[in-house]
């Protein structure tokens, strides 16, 4: 079910083949020529080797992949350690006063520059703490944490002692993290008494003393005062982290790991309602992250000034925020709070205050700023950038076209990175200097990535046509597996297709042979960069006392890509018997937000007496789509009641769109 909208955008630009060829700067200075995909083909095993290579290891490889389809091993008889990497190495080459985080608090004011050198102190010291709390390497620990600081030291400070860490996004609710606690079955939390967002201070502790009343296992929480709140205290179990982490030594003597050692576990959501925890191992996931930002963003780390505006809670943070950017030992901005707080020009003062020369960002954020006005971006110099990236969804060629012109002057490439939690890195890229770019194309596989677009018997659909995408080929940064659920693992990715990996996104060539992204193909949401699938939200419904029967759908929205577009049956006895619909929507709305994340609240909650069905009792999902997004509807014949579509129809009509 890809996005039909987006399809017929696609359509439309294929007849007019837009295309901006390599800028000149960049062909002289990039950091690659065209022959790196012939050089990469040739043997991608020993191309992908020499990136590997530029890593610190503490025993070299010898080994380069072991395949046993689907389990993949890279660089598997090499030892090294991740946060030695990202962090002493640079220290060692004597730029440990080179700043790492130009650190921007959300509060107009709040602002910190942090070197490698104090990185790296700041590490040890939480490594050594985390060691004193009776933490060993295998053991898990969850981070749910605001984009400051501690975030990345708390990460940095796991991979050192070889504890994976998960860090879960600080909008889930207690109930979501709960269950990924669980699932990762940790027994250390490292968390913050708050964040700011908005203006105002959230709570994160108090989401975790109700997560925890729900995982007796956990003995630890360790937390970062960052707003200065109250906070509840379970004595024994609660430690605040300038007690335990601000004395500890800053010294702290690394150990080598296993290439395939966990790094880490990264929930998302699948098709089902239990979301995966999709694991990394070390060292194809640095060799993986740190190649592609080096060449994708055509990284120069004397000069550039990086900024990835995600949030660390996902894998683009963890991608390109933690162990990218700085296995480079580059700078980079982070900020902590919403792109309005102070002003709806905040990010490109920013940009203008740092000197920012990369920004990567997502879609939703541009038609954002879209919506606001050029007058924003107008008012600032941004004269300092040199190259836009854009990931997470499919970017609308209007969004393309905005993004270059009044954020990029004009003259910055645009990269559109097409991968996902699975793939640990950008797998379909433009690279500057070498490729040309087309406004709302992903355009080829990144040297070493084998990509294919297939019809449903696997094999190769001619250019034009579309189909799904597969990756042929193992590679670096590849999920090594589900946390728990090897079937999961093998049946979800492995099973469609002999020996290829099963993307779920749909996608087709051009004339050119450059590829475009259509969205996904299965019941995966994409709301706003975030994935979300249609049974996670049903099952938070139906978790409602008041929902019978619940489902969902992600429709086309200008602005968040997809919105979720909720269709619901009441039970007859509903508690909320004699409340008006409006009161029963709203009380629907945010049992949502309770049970997963305010991000995964319904834009529109239809209730309707009845849900179209087939004679086998399958809910059509496909009608009700085309009703949230107004279109024609197709062939009812199926239906057990075909006039039940356009009750539902009528009732939409009726509707008026909730906030
Ligand atoms: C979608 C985020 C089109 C896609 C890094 C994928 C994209 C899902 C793009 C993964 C892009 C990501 N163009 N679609 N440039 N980037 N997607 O796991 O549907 O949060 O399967 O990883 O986002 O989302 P995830």
């Known amino acids: 079910m890809t996005d039909h909208h987006h399809e017929e955008a696609v359509e439309a630009l294929l007849h007019e083949n837009r295309r901006f060829a390599p800028s000149a700067d960049f062909v002289a200075t990039a950091n690659v020529g065209p022959n790196v995909y012939a050089e990469a083909a040739a043997d991608p095993e020993a191309w992908w080797a020499e990136q590997a290579r530029t890593l610190e290891w503490a025993t070299p490889f010898t080994s380069v992949l072991e395949w046993e389809p689907p389990f993949a091993r890279w660089f598997s008889d090499g030892t090294l350690n991740a946060s030695v990497n990202c962090l002493d190495r640079h220290v060692a080459a004597g730029r440990g006063e080179k700043v790492a985080l130009h650190w921007v608090g959300e509060p107009e004011g709040e602002a910190a520059d942090i070197t490698y050198a104090e990185l790296l102190e700041r590490t040890c010291r939480a490594a050594n703490a985390l060691e004193s709390l009776g933490v060993e390497a295998g053991d898990r620990v969850v981070i749910y944490m605001p984009m400051i600081p501690e975030a ?265 990175t097409w991968w996902q939690t699975e793939t640990g890195g950008i797998m379909i890229t433009p690279l500057p200097g070498v490729t040309a770019t087309k406004p709302g194309a992903a355009m080829v596989p990144f040297p070493g990535i084998s990509a294919e677009i297939v019809d449903n018997d696997g094999d190769p659909v001619p250019d034009g046509h579309g189909g799904l995408l597969v990756i042929t080929r193992p590679w670096p940064g590849m999920l090594r597996g589900i946390w728990g659920d090897p079937e999961r693992y093998a049946d979800t990715y492995w099973s469609k297709f002999d020996g290829m990996y099963f993307a779920g996104d749909g996608a087709k060539r051009d004339d050119d042979g450059d590829m475009w992204l259509l969205g996904r193909v299965d019941d995966v949401m994409n709301v706003s960069g975030h994935r979300l699938s249609t049974a996670e939200v049903e099952h938070a419904l139906v978790g409602h006392p008041a929902v019978a029967e619940a489902a969902v759908v992600g429709a086309h929205d200008q602005i968040t890509g997809q919105a979720i577009v909720a269709f619901v049956t009441l039970t007859a006895s509903s508690e909320l018997h004699g409340a008006d619909d409006r009161e029963i929507i709203a009380s629907i709305r945010a049992h949502v937000a309770e049970a997963i994340s305010p991000i995964a609240k319904p834009r529109q909650v239809i209730l309707t007496p009845e849900l179209p069905k087939t004679r086998s009792g399958k809910i059509m999902r496909r009608l009700l789509r085309d009703i949230a997004e107004h279109r024609a509807l197709g062939d009812v014949t199926t239906l057990t009641d075909p006039t039940v579509v356009n009750m539902i129809d009528g009732l939409m009509a009726v509707h008026a769109e909730d906030d």
């Not at 920012?356 to 700023?369: C, Q, S």
């Open 152 to 416: 990345i030291v708390a990460m940095l400070a796991c991979a050192r002692i070889g504890a994976p860490h998960s860090v879960i996004f600080g909008g889930f609710s207690a109930e979501a993290l709960a269950d990924r606690i669980t699932d990762a079955d940790a027994q250390v939390i490292i968390t913050a008494d708050g964040g700011f967002r908005r203006g105002v201070a959230s709570g994160l502790k108090v989401e975790v003393d109700a997560a925890l009343t729900l995982c007796p296992a956990v003995t630890t929480s360790l937390v970062v005062r960052r707003t200065g709140q109250e906070v509840g205290w379970v004595e024994g179990r609660d430690l605040w982290w300038h007690d335990v982490v601000d004395p500890a030594a800053p010294t702290h003597e690394p150990k080598a790991f296993a290439a395939e050692h966990p790094l880490y576990i990264m929930y998302t959501s699948g098709t089902t309602a239990k979301p995966k925890g999709i694991f990394h191992t070390t060292g194809g996931y640095l060799t993986h992250t740190s190649t592609t930002h080096r060449l994708v963003f055509d990284i120069k780390p004397e000069t550039d000034i990086c900024w990835t505006s995600a949030d660390i809670g996902w894998v683009t943070g963890h991608s390109y925020i933690v162990y990218g950017p700085l296995a480079n030992g580059v700078t980079q901005v982070m900020y902590e709070g919403t792109p309005d707080a102070g002003g709806k020009d905040r990010w490109w003062r920013i940009i203008e205050d740092y000197k920012v020369t990369i920004l990567y960002t997502a879609p939703t954020a541009i038609r954002t700023f879209m919506k606001w006005g050029a007058e924003f971006p107008a008012g600032h110099d941004l004269s300092s950038l040199r190259l836009l990236g854009s990931v997470g969804e499919p970017i609308n060629p209007e969004a393309w076209m905005w993004y270059r012109k009044h954020i990029g002057g004009g003259r910055c490439p645009i990269v559109d």
